[in-house]
């Protein structure tokens, strides 16, 4: 009983040393297993492991490109090797998403490009059945050209999971087309159906929601915006938002946050508090910061950053809260290393 009690005040001891700090730690270098690594996600299992999913190859138009995932067992600190988790014959794959949903199933869900450019793509996914450890086939979600993934899944009120796509245009590699728009796919858990929800277009086009549910069938995304990489001071995040439990959605409109044409990423804490994290800059993927808002999306007084200069390129932030309340953002660097960010609402509160 007394070596019980000692071990419990050392886990609170522990737990205070560590409340209201950012801790930072690299996943995966340009080594293992190839250099290029780029939009990556996590999810936390039902066991406490920490998942990350990935696509990675010589480079991002590679025909070499594979989905690729890693686990941190729980109570460990070093990831496990990355094995690979999908890789279609001949084509190249991108944009791994992996998530556990709240039945027990972990889905990956990622894209193949069947052409020159990401608006020849269609998605496909997997399930898994014990704990990410082996896989089912995999399956076409979609076989409209130019669908893809990568932002978080959620749950609404109602049980219905909703998965952040969207269809992107035009075949220029480095321009989004104007005609790109994003949406999401409805799974009802009950039926075992999909089913599409209404696009959000904006007058650049936008792409890579991040989406949440406010209060019933109230639901808020945030989009990447349309347009090329150049200078640009006129580049902010699109918002949109539904009143029917994201079935229809209002024109993008630009919110205040700035977008360097950069993947963001939009969480609903368990606090209700609703949390940003992105480029704070217009031209440039530095810094990658955080926005807290306490009062429903109305404002956004409380910031902070994760990682500034001298880093550069710090790429498509992907946001989970764990159940022990810790929130977990894990990011790329020059598209070559994965970082894992550990911190919680006092960090961002306390700037």
């Not at 005040?9 to 930072?24: D, N, Q, R, V, Y």
């Not at 992107?168 to 858990?189: A, H, K, L, Q, W």
């Not at 991040?210 to 989009?223: H, S």
């Amino acid at each position: 009983m007394r070596q019980l009690f000692i071990c419990l005040i050392m886990a609170c001891i522990t737990s205070l040393a560590t409340a209201g700090e950012l801790k930072i730690t690299k996943v995966y270098g340009p080594d293992l297993p190839n250099k290029y690594k780029h939009p990556v996600s996590i999810t936390e299992l039902d066991n406490g492991d920490l998942f990350v999913a990935y696509y990675g190859g010589d480079g991002e138009y590679a025909a070499d490109t594979a989905v690729y995932g890693g686990r941190l067992p729980k109570g460990s600190s070093t990831w496990t090797k990355p094995v690979e988790l999908a890789n279609t014959p001949h084509r190249t794959d991108g944009n791994g998403v992996v998530w556990q949903a709240p039945d027990g199933d972990v889905y990956l869900f990622y894209v193949v490009r069947f052409g020159d450019t990401w608006s020849s793509s269609r998605i496909k996914y997997k399930i898994s059945h014990d704990g990410a450890k082996t896989w089912t086939d995999s399956r076409l979600l979609t076989l409209e050209e130019g669908m893809m993934v990568q932002g978080r899944p959620f749950v609404l009120s109602n049980g219905d999971y909703m998965l952040p796509a969207y269809c992107e245009r035009g075949d220029d590699r480095e321009i989004v087309g104007p005609e790109s728009t994003s949406m999401f796919f409805r799974f009802n858990p009950k039926t075992k159906t999909w089913t599409e929800s209404e696009r959000i277009k904006s007058p650049n086009g936008n792409i890579q929601p991040a989406g949440a549910e406010l209060k019933k069938d109230y639901v808020v995304a945030y989009c990447r915006r349309g347009g090329g990489y150049g200078p640009n001071e006129k580049g902010f995040i699109v918002r949109s938002e539904s009143h029917d439990g994201g079935q229809t959605w209002s024109e993008g409109r630009n919110s205040e946050f700035p977008n360097p044409n950069a993947a963001m990423d939009f969480l609903k804490l368990q606090s209700g508090n609703l949390l940003m994290v992105y480029n704070d800059s217009m031209n440039s993927r530095v810094p990658l910061s955080v926005a807290l808002s306490t009062d429903m999306d109305k404002s956004y007084p409380f910031r902070n950053v994760i990682m500034g200069a001298p880093h550069v390129d710090l790429g498509y932030p992907y946001a989970i809260q764990t159940r022990d309340g810790k929130i977990h953002v894990i990011f790329t660097e020059r598209r070559t290393q994965i970082y894992h960010a550990v911190f919680d609402e006092d960090w961002v509160m306390k700037k």
